[in-house]
């Protein structure tokens, strides 16, 4: 059974930092794309960073500069490392692993940004 566990979640002030961490079981990371998405209540959940399997990443156009997206395939996980955070990156962020027709879904952490 596939499972990915994501932690590192919270409240964090303006300007702030926090590492998003997701933990995967029953499948090989090194073969999969790995992705971080959010969701606000009443939007579309949207792709933040993407890492694919030759550790090629993408960002949100909202994210770049502040945001990196790494992977440790001999521990099966991927991390957002999140910098200089707004109150607009207040969602759930939820890890994401995809590879042809298989996509796998954490359960989500909450990120929360406020004075």
């Known amino acids: 059974q596939v499972q990915l566990v994501e932690s590192g979640g919270g409240l964090v002030q303006p300007g702030g930092s926090l590492i998003l961490s997701c933990t995967g079981s029953g499948i090989d990371f090194s073969i999969w794309n790995l992705a971080w998405h959010r969701q606000v209540p009443g939007k579309q959940r949207e792709v933040v960073a993407t890492?694919?399997?030759?550790?090629?990443?993408n960002y949100a156009d909202s994210v770049k500069g502040r945001f990196t997206i790494t992977r440790d395939d001999t521990k099966n996980t991927v991390s957002l490392q999140m910098n200089n955070l707004t109150p607009e990156d207040t969602a759930v962020y939820y890890c994401?692993?995809?590879?042809?027709?298989?996509?796998?879904w954490g359960q989500g952490t909450q990120v929360t940004v406020s004075s």
């Open positions: 890492i694919d399997a030759t550790d090629d990443t």
């Open positions: 994401n692993a995809h590879v042809a027709s298989l996509n796998y």
